[in-house]
């Protein structure tokens, strides 16, 4: 309760109470812990992050999830696989402060691509941090009561499937399995990697010849390229990856499993040569996109894949401009964004332009990012691809802002001994066999191969190296790009009604000004779903007591909170002290950009020396708020 006071010359008192209601009724936290020492509900539903897990693992993991925490989670299939898998999804949102699908939604997935699968371990992790946290942590449960989790943590289930089980590269298997004649023979699939050494790992097999392009190293642990034709030591020739000619056509590996890339295979900038064979020809893309086609809540989405430590966002297009007028826009951003960092060394900035309906959207991003950032450490953001890409369809087709996240990449923060930014075969040498203590490489041996005789094998990495996080590295991963997913949450907009001043003009008259405001970095809407027409514009009603009548007049142009045109890449512009807008209006309709406040302003007369003003904002991603006015003259 807050009482203002309003004295005249003419000693009229206006006593205004101001009542405020917040979008969902709070839930109690019974295990609230706000120690950052102290427990946080990670023993509740116990879990080893220190592997993969198999597609039956993981699946029973999300079912035991929502068993234990039913009044949070629901668990649905969206869809079968080519080869009959479900796609299981988490839906989680407090049950208890609303269904799910009238709260702005995150969408998360991962593993579109088969050997990607530590994207299913973030995705798991994100909805066992949420649950497990739920009762001890007011940051996420604030979050889990007032927004949804839409979780799907292996969207290519069949190949995520396959590179987990069963032997692979790190590279292989990723598409799905559509089976398909790579070679021209007349048969599908027939000529795959295999192990044929029964050792449980694909490596690199080589034959001794005395011309050969590659000879072991000093420490024979690798096998290098011959610098001098000279050399006449022992020398090699690569035959290429593990496997057997099972055609009897001479080459080996020529016809692996595999369909189209997943990932070219949506909708938005598709064409047949990424992304055969038609736009979600793949049940597995196909059900994805249905189901966010059936959630218009879904306010942004991020997509786990591997490799590079990136956050690719989906940026609004870019303007055509002239060669010279690019490079000079391209040399002012350099010089702005240099002094930026000499303040803060994860600042962004971009050169890209955009035209002034899209403005917004490019400043919205280019903040999230720079603070995704700082809490990722070592990820460099940069704008995304389009070409059937699942994140340029969400936000180009569903108006939902996007990350496409490149997991891990190599172990270069951790392995790079002179900080050049670069790994070198010693410096990868002596990770492995000081961090790893030797366990993720693959010495070289030699065997007698069914088809090609005596080869050698080995001197390569082991499969969860290079794309794949090793074991201690797994959560440490998980864990730091789940607090980045939460930070863009905790930035979802949230309308209220921010202040209602009221000033006497005479003994009946009044000023009634309300400010309503969205503190959060992102709009109620995003500028591209306004441009595609799914944007639902934010209201706000007035109802008065019967006494009081709100006088016709005209209504002021100016915005609170307006951005300029011009307003520079990554800078978001906002007014000190919001303008007004004057108003007789009892519902407005409007969409509050991130951190942006608007006036409205009434006049209304009163008969009597009693009276009240209700204020309510609705917003479709940013809840409600609501706040009363009693006008007392004493």
């Excluded at 599908?188 to 490596?203: A, K, R, S």
């Excluded at 939902?400 to 900080?419: K, Q, R, T, V």
Aim: net charge negative; proline share 6%; glycine share 8%.
């Amino acid at each position: 309760m807050k009482t203002i006071l309003f004295r005249t010359g003419q000693t009229i008192a206006i006593a205004a109470v101001l009542c405020c209601m917040t979008i969902n009724p709070a839930e109690a936290q019974k295990k609230l812990q706000m120690n950052m020492g102290g427990y946080r509900g990670e023993l509740d539903f116990p879990i080893s992050w220190k592997r993969y897990y198999s597609y039956a693992e993981w699946t029973k993991i999300m079912h035991d999830m929502q068993k234990q925490y039913p009044h949070l989670t629901d668990i649905e299939s969206i869809g079968k696989s080519r080869m009959g898998r479900d796609q299981f999804l988490l839906t989680i949102s407090a049950k208890s402060t609303g269904s799910h699908d009238q709260k702005a939604a995150m969408w998360v997935d991962g593993a579109i691509h088969g050997n990607e699968v530590n994207g299913i371990t973030c995705s798991l992790y994100l909805a066992w941090y949420l649950l497990t946290r739920y009762d001890y942590d007011p940051y996420v449960h604030n979050l889990v009561n007032r927004y949804t989790f839409y979780i799907l943590p292996g969207l290519n289930v069949d190949a995520n499937e396959g590179y987990v089980v069963h032997p692979n590269t790190e590279n292989n298997p990723r598409e799905p399995y559509r089976p398909e004649d790579n070679d021209g023979d007349g048969l599908y699939d027939e000529d795959q990697t295999e192990d044929v050494d029964g050792d449980g790992e694909l490596t690199t097999m080589y034959r001794e010849d005395p011309k050969g392009d590659f000879r072991l190293s000093a420490d024979k642990r690798r096998f290098i390229r011959v610098e001098d034709d000279s050399y006449v030591g022992l020398r090699f020739t690569r035959i290429g990856a593990e496997g057997y000619d099972n055609d009897g056509d001479g080459q080996i590996n020529e016809d692996d499993l595999g369909g189209p890339d997943p990932n070219r295979n949506f909708p938005y900038g598709w064409n047949q040569r990424d992304g055969e064979y038609y736009p979600l020809s793949e049940p597995e893309t196909r059900n994805v996109f249905e189901f966010q086609l059936k959630r218009p809540n879904i306010f942004a989405s991020f997509h786990y894949h591997n490799t590079g430590r990136l956050i690719m966002f989906q940026a609004p297009p870019a303007v055509r401009s002239t060669p010279e007028v690019q490079a000079q826009n391209n040399q002012a951003v350099a010089t702005r964004l240099a002094e930026m960092r000499e303040t803060n060394k994860y600042a962004q900035l971009y050169s890209r332009q955009v035209a002034p309906e899209y403005r917004h959207d490019m400043d919205v991003q280019t903040k999230i990012v720079t603070d995704g950032a700082f809490i990722l450490k070592n990820y460099e953001p940069t704008i995304g691809g389009l070409t059937g890409q699942a994140h340029a369809s969400a936000y180009y087709m569903l108006g939902a802002y996007s990350y496409l996240m490149e997991l891990w990449g190599s172990p270069a923060p951790f392995a790079d001994m002179n900080d050049d930014g670069r790994v070198s075969e010693e410096e990868l040498q002596n990770w492995l066999d000081l961090d790893l203590q030797g366990a993720g490489w693959i010495e070289p041996y030699q065997f007698d191969h069914p088809d090609f005789g005596p080869v050698w094998m080995g001197g390569t990495m082991r499969k969860h190296i290079g794309r794949t996080p090793p074991s201690r590295y797994i959560e440490q991963e998980a864990e730091k790009n789940v607090l980045f997913v939460l930070y863009c949450v905790n930035q979802f907009p949230v309308v209220k009604i921010d202040k209602v001043e009221i000033e006497p003009v005479t003994a009946d008259l009044f000023r009634v000004s309300v400010t309503v405001a969205n503190d959060k970095i992102y709009p109620t809407s995003s500028d591209m779903s306004v441009q595609l027409n799914r944007a639902v514009q934010d209201k706000l009603t007035v109802s008065t007591a019967p006494n009081i009548t709100i006088i016709p007049l005209g209504v002021s142009p100016a915005r609170a909170g307006a951005r300029g045109a011009g307003a520079g890449a990554g800078q978001t512009a906002m007014m000190a002290a919001p303008q007004s807008r004057v108003t007789s209006s009892r519902e407005l309709q409007f969409r509050l950009r991130g951190q942006e406040k608007l006036t409205y302003t009434y006049m209304v007369s009163m008969s009597g020396n009693s009276g009240w003003m209700e204020f309510d904002i609705w917003s479709k991603n940013g809840g409600t708020d609501k706040k009363r006015v009693d006008i007392k003259i004493k």
